[in-house]
């Protein structure tokens, strides 16, 4: 009998990797029952804010907290707003091993801010480079461009590059960059930036009136109303610190 051998070393699957947009939940309380309710207030007006969105859970702002997590309730709870907890960053041994009993798994922690140079070391470094005359080209960005507009449910990633969207993003669309967004049309839907931590990304639009924007992990939904001056008209979204910008153009 023959025997066909590309049958046999034909695989039925391939392993890629894969990098997936997640939501990131970050902790300032151990009390599962705070965060219930501050959860339930934050998206009372939007119950199916969420669409199953993967979740990682930042614990760094409680790690010192000697207080348990309950992660059997915390699971629970973002599971009953429409998210899938699948990590777990950021916390104590203690901790990281109560999360790992319920399932999550041990996520690699956020990289650590670089801290500012002081002034006078800045100042020599401007000296040295402008006496040696050191002029290095900016690495070269690539761009997607969207020329469709984008319904609820589609979502488009720019992976390792800025995003151009020159049609809508309608409610529940979402498009994600990893460097900055444009969309030369209304954006009502999901705005990503900055998807693998680039802080000094930023989304462009000639008419903001997102449901989501977030830059390098740090979003605002539309429960926080948008400024008059901004709202519907030309603007611009950038990170200062820890706080989300959004200022006209």
Do not use: C, F, W
């Given at each position: 009998m023959a025997i066909d051998t590309a049958v046999q070393n034909r695989s039925s699957f391939d392993l890629k990797s894969a990098l997936l947009p997640v939501v990131a939940v970050m902790l300032k309380s151990t009390d599962v029952g705070v965060l219930a309710a501050e959860l339930a207030q934050r998206l009372a007006a939007d119950p199916d804010f969420f669409d199953n969105d993967p979740v990682l859970i930042d614990l760094t702002g409680v790690r010192e907290d000697p207080a348990p997590i309950d992660f059997a309730a915390?699971?629970?709870?973002?599971?009953?707003?429409?998210?899938?907890?699948?990590?777990?960053?950021?916390?104590?041994?203690?901790?990281?091993?109560?999360?790992?009993?319920?399932g999550l798994v041990a996520a690699p922690d956020a990289p650590p801010t670089r801290a500012p140079t002081p002034p006078e070391v800045r100042e020599i470094i401007h000296e040295v480079v402008h006496e040696v005359e050191v002029?290095?080209?900016?690495?070269?960005?690539?761009?997607?461009?969207?020329?469709?507009?984008?319904?609820s449910?589609?979502?488009?990633?720019?992976?390792?590059?800025?995003?151009?969207?020159?049609a809508m993003v309608s409610f529940g669309a979402e498009v994600i960059a990893d460097g900055n967004i444009h969309v030369y049309a209304p954006l009502r839907g999901r705005a990503i930036a900055g998807a693998r931590g680039d802080t000094g990304a930023r989304i462009f639009t000639t008419c903001m009136d997102p449901q989501l924007i977030s830059?390098?992990?740090?979003?605002?939904?539309?429960?926080?109303?948008?400024a008059a001056d901004v709202v519907g008209k030309p603007a611009q979204v950038r990170l200062d610190g820890e706080k989300l910008l959004i200022e006209p153009l």
């Open positions: 915390l699971t629970r709870l973002l599971h009953q707003h429409h998210t899938v907890p699948v990590a777990v960053r950021g916390g104590s041994a203690v901790q990281m091993a109560a999360a790992r009993s319920v002029i290095r080209p900016a690495p070269r960005v690539p761009t997607v461009v969207v020329d469709k507009p984008l319904r449910g589609q979502q488009v990633y720019a992976r390792g590059a800025d995003l151009v969207v020159l830059i390098a992990g740090i979003y605002r939904t539309t429960e926080v109303a948008i």
